[in-house]
């Protein structure tokens, strides 16, 4: 959700997974961007993930709406169209 609190939380790179000794687990994994999008131009926004043959899980929320689940070695999804509305085109994110 936009201003919720992550300043405590253990940076870190999403490839760097979870450090829970190789046992499954449960992580969250937070990121802001800018955007400058020209007033007037209809631009259709999406997250994308490379092709990868790593299990993993994630569910994708933008600005707190669920956005889709992506399921890396089994997918075929990995392009998730985020609608206007959602994202500010001329802000921090």
Known sequence: MPGFDTSSWQSRSLS????????????FFVTTFK??????VDAMMSFAF???TAAYRALIYVNGWKFGKRVANIGPQTVFPVPPGVLDYNGEK
Not at 16 to 27: C, M, P, R
Not at 35 to 40: A, N
């Open 50 to 52: 490379n092709e990868e």
């Open 16 to 27: 760097d997974g979870l450090d829970n000794g190789g046992k499954a687990g449960v992580g």
């Open 35 to 40: 955007l400058d999008v020209p007033k007037g």
